[in-house]
């Protein structure tokens, strides 16, 4: 059977089909997985309409997925990825470092503690408790904050754990991405 007499449900879709059927599909991925890897929705669409030119024009290359919209996905993962390792690793241009006493650098400050504050008052009510007697300023110990829960000194590590856990995947769209633990600026 010659290519022409071929059914049409086995030839690879037109690229401008494939675009027009993706578009939709990439633009909600991007925005989902834009904010947790601090990034505009739109550097990733284009970087994954790039990923996609480069297979279908590379001379010995794949060609259209068999699944596109499983690779679209997979791709925008992967540039998700790429811009958090890439937000870690950056650094400004300019051969000054940033200040810390500038009114934008407490801005920033407060913000996030603003950004944070908030999201403790919606966590679940063992964990608002738990956090808030954690951020207090009198920095208790860990006796001190079991006695006024009424819980026992040794549950109140995995209970913190726990709780941690619920604060960062909370805060995961609404503060930038973290840096590694024990980097310095």
Known sequence: MTPAEEPLTHRPPAVSELV??????????????????????DDIEQAVWLRL???????DGPGVPDRPAD?????????ARR????????????????SEAGPEHAALVAERRRALRAAVRRSPGHCRRL????????????????????????SLGPMRSRCLGCLRRMLAAEVAVPEHRGKVR
Do not use: K
């Open 83 to 98: 811009a958090r390792r890439t937000a870690v690793r950056e650094r400004p241009y300019d051969g000054e470092p940033p």
């Open 53 to 59: 030119l480069e297979r279908l024009e590379a001379p």
């Open 131 to 154: 956090l808030t007697a954690m951020l207090s300023p009198n920095d208790p110990t860990y006796r001190e904050i079991a006695g006024e829960l009424g819980i026992s000194q040794g």
């Open 20 to 41: 027009g059927a993706l578009t939709p599909l990439l633009a909600a991925e991007s925005r989902a997985e834009a904010a947790a890897a601090g990034v505009e929705p």
């Open 71 to 79: 690779w679209l996905r997979r791709a925008v993962r992967d540039e």
